[in-house]
Structure formats: structure tokens, C-alpha cells
């Protein structure tokens, strides 16, 4: 999660969007959801196909370096926000 003030959301959101789209390039992705309940609060949420091809340990470009960056500059990440999950696929019923 990630707090963004409000001051600073235009241009938070424009850099999520640039980042967005250079992870596309790597068939990565990367959304963004707010929540209904603090204008402030948003989900920051990056996939890729593998691991090793995910923006939180794959080769970035110096483009895609200056623009994490600035992303923090602009907003407060939880203290890890590189923590990965793996999709768990649930069992199919008989």
C-alpha cells in the first residue's frame, strides 16, 4: 500500500502511468487501486509471468529506475513494498 497526498496524486498517478507503460514492454503490468474509504490510500500492484522477470528483481532500464524514484519521492510506501507473492491456484472441485 501506498499513502499519496492528495497534492501530490496528479502527478503520482502520471509517473504510475510511465512506469506502466515501459513494464508493458517486458510483459509486465502494473495497476493501481484507491480506496473508497481514504482518498489518500492506494494499492500498487505488479505482475509478471515469473519471478525473475518481476520489476522488484529484474534489470531495469535507467528510465524505469528514475521514475521508482521519483514514485517515492512523491508518496510513502509501506517500509517493503517490493514484497512478492506467488499465486497459489486453488484446487478444482470434483
Known sequence: MVRVPAAQQAEWFSVVAR???????????????????????????????????????????????????????LARYEPDPSVLWTEVPLPKEP
Open 19 to 73: 512506469l506502466g507503460a515501459l513494464l508493458e514492454v517486458h510483459g509486465q503490468h502494473l495497476w493501481v487501486f484507491r480506496s473508497e474509504r481514504d482518498p489518500e490510500l492506494w494499492l500498487e500492484f505488479s505482475e509478471s509471468k515469473e519471478r525473475a522477470t518481476h520489476r522488484a528483481v529484474a534489470p531495469r532500464s535507467a528510465e524505469e529506475v528514475e521514475l521508482e524514484a521519483r514514485l517515492r519521492s
